[in-house]
């Protein structure tokens, strides 16, 4: 997916069992790499060995509002939020930045 200034790496989980996972058993993402929740409006951070940003998106997969969590946490929903990205916790994600599905070339 593009995101602010391009050049974003977002995991999407596929399966229920990857969407309970999460980030857990992933190394901790790096700058521009998320992991992102369709459909979902709270998540948490158990298993989790570093913070990381908790990105709520609208709709139209705008950031809304970003939290930094600790590990071993519960994020309550946002109002407002149809999905969330599991972000790097120094993340520079700003209320009002958008995604949106990247075009795929060449195959």
Known sequence: MDGPG???RVLVPETRRERMRGLRGHPSP??????????????????????????????QMRVIEVRRSL???VVIPRRGARHVLEAAGGSTLRI???FRPARRTGR
Request: glycine share 16%; with cysteine.
């Open 6 to 8: 391009g050049g974003w």
């Open 30 to 59: 790096r700058p521009r790499e998320a992991m992102l929740f369709r459909r979902c409006r709270s998540v948490h951070t158990f298993g989790m060995e570093e913070p990381v940003s908790i990105v709520f998106l609208d709709r």
């Open 71 to 73: 590990p071993g946490r």
């Open 96 to 98: 009002g930045d958008g």
